[in-house]
Structure formats: C-alpha cells, structure tokens
C-alpha cells in the first residue's frame, strides 16, 4: 500500500490537464479505480487513524489534540494480519509517524523512519521521496520480510505543505505548480519502487494500492493546505487496486477509506472484524454490481477545531457545522466546487438531507477524547 499525502483527486487520470504523475496514470489504467473516493477526514492524523481502524474518527480512542495519539486499544488492522502470522513492514517519513507520537505503529513487526528527518510538529521541511523509496527496497529486500505473505505501507511524503523544489521539474512559480512539482518527484519516486517491486519474484503475485490521506486546497473558500473543513478539495482522493487476475475498471460509486481495512482483510482471505463499519471492495473487483451507499466525512473535534461532517447520498452532500447547528447543502456532480449552497434553492431536498443525516447519527458511536482539557466549540461537559 502506498499513500501520498495530500494527493488531490484532480490528477491527470481524472482530467487534470497536466501530466505531472505519468506512472501513477499508467498504474491506474491498469487497475480498479474508484472516481468518488473519500478519505474519512481533511488531515494525516484522523484521516489515517480512520483508515487503519475502519471507522470515522469520532469512533476511535485518542486523545483531543490536533495530532492526537490513538491508544493501543484502539483496533487497527495490521493487528489482525499480524495475528494471523502475515509479516507487516513499514517505513516513513515525517515525525508524525515515529513510534510512540500517534500510534499508527499498531500491528507492525517493521516500522522504520526515514534516517536524518528535522522535526517539526507543523509542517515539513524535508524532501525524502528518494531515501524514502530507497529504504522501502532495503525492507523488501529481506528476506525474513517477503519470504511469505506480507503486507507493507508506504506513506511518501512530499507533496505536503512546503512545496520544493527539485532539479528538473519546472512548471512555474505559482502555489499549485510548485505542488505539482512535488507531485512528478513522488511519482518517480513510487515508478522506480514499483518498478522494483514488480521485478522479484514475488511481484506476479502482489496487489498494489495507491491512495492519499487527504487532498489540498489552493485557495478554494480561502482556504489553503489542508484540515479545519470538509471542502470537497479536502476529503476527494484518488484510490486504485492494482490486483494480479483483476481486470482494470473505473467505479464511480461514493467510498470511504473506512471501506479500507476490510478490504485489505479479504484479500489475505481473512474473516471480517465486527469492529469495522466499513464494507469490503473485493466482490466488486471480481465485477460484483457496486451498490449505492452513503459516505461520511467526519472532522472530530480537537483542541485546535470545531467538529465538521459531512453526508454524501448520491450526488449531495450535506455539511454539518459543530454539533448540528447549521447545514449546508450542494450538487458535487454539477457544482464540484460547492460554490451554490442549495439549502433554500431547494428546500425539498434539503430537508430530506437533514432528515437522512439526523436518522444516521444515533449509528456514529462518539467516543469521548482524552488528555486535552478544552475541546473547540464543545458546550459544557460534551467530552467529543
């Protein structure tokens, strides 16, 4: 599995004009490709906590900082593969990731950083596609890694918040072209893993999986990088499964990340786990007809933001503000953008939104934060 933190969903294979990610392109064409994909929130550390454990991120333990610390009670499903004696790896690159901060290490019998990483907690000053890749390889490498099965994640890391500069790459001065710059170095970087990867011998034989844990706004609702709302710029995110035997489609039902842990579940022909609200992908690579389903976007509250959710039915979307307190209602098929708040245009469907919002919440288990003393916009005694 490799994410690439915040990877737009406006890539070249969705109609982005710019060929900036030429091997991810072919990769795509090449597997089940899921068009109205929906990380579970708008930053790293709810987004990945929600796709590891397959469940929103107000379902699961953690403290109430802005980067909380999922404890180890929290399920994660490299904790179930593990169980069932399949080898799991990782390396990162970013010290949101080292063991002990948020917790993501949960059911790793590998986890390894990338060497020489500058700390800081908001934002990332390095450039480490290519250590990252190299390091990746040196896992796969061992043998006591790949001798059966495994699973290993991958989470590059360059296309976040500081975009630089690499030699070569040149699309412009502007904010997005230095993004994009970022973009073309990751795909190189991820090209010569996979590259890699498909030359050993267990390559015939190995799905891939490439996904973002969120997108990122270029001033969109004046909004720029990523967390605090639930723009669709935000939560919208590639994700295809490259799956030997599969052939490649493109599915344009809603999904959600959480839908990732049961996935990954069956493809190791493992049993679901209760714990996970999330619904396995695999009958719809085997050409299964993909059922119409609701989709969730869950920003819980922190310290440093009030809760934002969001409800996708079909083409709507219905955003709530705190607790419920105010809604907003958009087209995303005809108005991606969501610049036409249809709350008053259409009231039939807006109440119906509502209604259909409010039925649902009594099935979002809210689970109450730790460790944080003030959570943002939360009215007296409310602990989530």
């Not at 209604?355 to 007296?380: F, K, M």
Request: with cysteine; proline share 7%; hydrophobic share 35%.
């Amino acid at each position: 599995m490799i994410s690439i933190d915040s990877l737009r969903a406006d890539m070249p294979w969705a109609g982005y004009p710019r060929p900036i990610a030429p091997f991810l392109t072919r990769l795509e064409s090449e597997s089940v490709s899921y068009t109205r994909a929906y990380a579970a929130s708008s930053y790293t550390s709810q987004s990945v906590g929600a796709f590891l454990g397959g469940r929103l991120p107000s379902e699961l333990r953690r403290d109430g900082y802005f980067f909380g610390t999922y404890p180890n009670r929290v399920l994660f499903f490299p904790e179930r593969l593990q169980a069932a004696g399949i080898r799991t790896i990782a390396a990162q690159a970013h010290g949101y990731f080292r063991p002990g901060h948020a917790g993501f290490e949960q059911g790793f019998d590998t986890w390894r950083m990338v060497p020489d990483l500058h700390w800081n907690a908001t934002t990332d000053v390095d450039i480490t596609g290519e250590r990252h890749a190299d390091l990746a390889i040196r896992l796969l490498s061992d043998s006591a890694n790949t001798a059966g099965r495994f699973f290993a994640w991958f989470h590059f890391m360059d296309p976040h918040d500081q975009y630089q500069a690499h030699p070569g790459i040149n699309y412009g001065r502007r904010l997005r072209e230095h993004y994009d710059g970022e973009v073309t170095f990751a795909d190189q970087q991820i090209e010569r893993l996979v590259t890699w990867i498909r030359a050993q011998p267990f390559g015939a034989r190995t799905a891939i999986v490439i996904t973002a844990d969120h997108g990122e706004s270029f001033g969109e609702h004046g909004h720029y990088r990523h967390a605090f709302q639930v723009w669709q710029q935000l939560v919208r995110v590639p994700w295809f499964f490259f799956v030997p035997g599969v052939a490649p489609r493109r599915i344009a039902s809603n999904r959600s990340h959480i839908d990732l842990a049961p996935t990954i579940l069956e493809l190791f022909g493992l049993p679901p786990e209760p714990e996970f609200t999330g619904r396995s992908l695999v009958p719809e690579f085997r050409g299964g007809a993909p059922a119409d389903r609701d989709v969730w976007v869950d920003l819980a509250r922190t310290g440093n933001n009030d809760r934002r959710r969001g409800l996708i039915h079909g083409q709507y979307k219905l955003t709530a503000y705190g607790d419920d307190s105010r809604f907003e209602l958009y087209d995303v098929e005809a108005d991606p953008g969501e610049l036409t708040n249809l709350a008053r245009a259409r009231p039939d469907i807006y109440a119906a939104m509502v209604q259909r919002y409010r039925d649902a919440q009594p099935g979002i288990r809210n689970e109450h934060v730790h460790g944080c003393a003030t959570l943002t916009g939360a009215p007296p005694g409310r602990g989530w």
